[in-house]
């Protein structure tokens, strides 16, 4: 079966600065994968090339089958590839409501009013807090409910592939876990597939299948979440226990 996100060689920088070196991965359909680093690794970068905002200066991207190397952000979140940015940039002025509807802009554009509407009553059936804040300015909702905000319009435009950029952030670990749990659920109940960015190795490897290191901007690992957890170099670097503990 081919993967639904292939990417292979990709190089970006800004400016004279080269961020990716060479970094390849893939994500086959209904896989969720974690791609784990450090402050500064490139793993945001690597997101922002795959979505077209940072795009590559040299290697490919393979969306569904196709070359979307030099492809616009808006048509490929037009073809079911979503991102869920860094620091969640949810409109904190707009209301839970409107912030909701902005995740189907492209949708309401092509007239599916009646699908997008139920859509939200789903997303509010998944993220109850959400329903009870919906009239509320999104500035106002907690680190944990912002983060289910801007979730929540992501899967308003109905994505087939999600891109999460360290949503753990900041967040008390039982709310990471909720968050995490409602991924895991997406994928169970709707075949979403995930690439999961994250620096908390120890919540993304629970939901994860496999995963990939980055480090000064080239992949140095990648195994099954289970080989990964037991890698030394992983539970030192990122899981904060000394090899010795196993
Ligand atoms: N817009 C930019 N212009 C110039 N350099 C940038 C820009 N964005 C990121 N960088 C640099 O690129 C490198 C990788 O950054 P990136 O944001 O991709 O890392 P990251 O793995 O997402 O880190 P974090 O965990 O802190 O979010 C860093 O050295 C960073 O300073
Ligand atoms: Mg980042």
Redesign the pocket.
């Known amino acids: 079966m081919p993967s639904l996100l292939r990417i292979a060689g990709l190089n970006t920088y800004?400016?004279p600065?080269q961020?990716?070196k060479g970094v390849s991965l893939h994500v086959d359909e209904g896989e969720i994968v974690t791609l784990l680093?450090?402050?500064?690794?490139?793993?945001?970068?690597?997101?922002?090339s795959i979505c077209g905002l940072?795009p590559p200066r040299s290697g490919t991207i393979e969306y569904d089958g196709r070359d979307v190397t030099r492809a616009r952000p808006e048509s490929i979140v037009g073809r079911g590839l979503t991102q869920v940015p860094?620091g969640r940039q949810i409109f904190g002025e707009l209301s839970v409501r409107d912030n909701l509807t902005m995740g189907a802009y492209l949708r309401l554009r092509r007239g599916e009013k009646r699908e997008v509407a139920a859509d939200m009553a789903r997303m509010l059936e998944m993220f109850p807090i959400l329903g009870e804040r919906i009239n509320k300015r999104a500035g106002t909702l907690s680190g944990g409910q912002q983060q289910m905000l801007a979730i929540g319009r992501a899967l308003m435009s109905r994505p087939r592939m999600l891109l999460l950029?360290?949503p753990s952030?900041g967040l008390a670990p039982l709310i990471v876990k909720d968050i995490l749990q409602a991924v895991a659920a997406l994928r169970e109940n709707d075949g979403t597939t995930v690439l999961l960015?994250e620096?908390n190795a120890a919540a993304s490897l629970k939901i994860a299948d496999r995963g990939y290191v980055?480090e000064?901007?080239r992949i140095v690992l990648e195994g099954s979440s289970t080989e990964l957890m037991r890698d030394r170099e992983v539970r030192r670097a990122y899981l904060g226990k000394d090899y010795d503990e196993i």
Do not use: F
Not at 38 to 43: D, I, L, Q, V
């Open positions: 800004y400016g600065l961020v990716l680093g450090a402050n500064g690794a490139g793993k945001t970068t690597a997101l922002n940072v860094e950029d360290e952030m960015v620096q980055i000064t901007g």
